[in-house]
């Protein structure tokens, strides 16, 4: 990799705009999910357990 | 009825089976990636009218691939939970419309980073470009229903018709560019005979659609099990599960 690639034949910022939006785009809405089912999970666990004290 | 898919399909043996495949999925999608970016930015040769910017052709189009192909994802497991009550089709439609929703915005916006250099402008109103917004107003209007109403079979309902409906829209963007003037380039992929693009430019974008499309199945999983978990949360089987794995 050198500075010839990146330029891109000097289309570089609308090649490297469109792999870095379609990036950023792609690995948030992967571990979005993954995070909220964990977020889930534990709210449950913790609704479990609360009412099991209670009763 | 006791067919295979019968059990298989309830939120239950989906989250299991889904959660079991995803590590292998996850490890292919991967892959592909891998292979698709390095073929796609190093092997493949500069376009010998577009020179180096044609490469956006490898994000541009799996994006709008995948716009149309979620598409027929989402309104077909619509379908199934307003024909036959399949609580897990309209699960998959929910998990679904996002996801289109950024792809279809990704084919937008990639697209208007190619048109720029090429055509000399980011946007024009001509039919495929329209189309594919509407496509996105499509996704955003069946997310917006399914927030705006509070019962969730009500909810389900009215997006699987608005889903369905809109499905008239897919081959007008597909057959879009052969029906009206316009400044996008014809299909080169899809075509009856030979495709009209070098197999060293094709195989690149073929990897790439492969991964795209995992990366959607993988996902798609992960936001459906999310929607099981919020739906039944009142089932033993997920109160047994959360207790498992969840930290109190």
Known sequence: ?55 | MNLPFHKYGSPKYFYSWSLMLSPWLIGFCVLLFAVGLYTGLFVAPADYQQGESFRIIYVHVPAAWMSLFIYVVMASAAASGLIWHVKLGDMIARASAPLGAWFTFLALVTGSLWGKPMWGTYWVWDARLTSELILLFLYLGYIALQGAIDDRRVAARAGAIVALVGTVNLPIIHYSVEWWNTLHQGPTVSKLDAPSIAPSMLMPLLIMAVAYTVYFVVVMFARTRCEILEFERNAAWVKERALEKGVV
């Open chain 1, 1 to 55: 990799m050198d500075a010839q690639f990146f330029a891109m034949g000097g289309y570089a910022f609308f090649v490297w705009f469109s792999y870095g939006l379609s990036a950023i785009v792609l690995l948030a809405n992967a571990f979005l999910p993954a995070r909220k089912e964990k977020m889930l999970l534990n709210r449950i666990a913790q609704r479990v357990h609360g009412t099991k004290e209670n009763s």
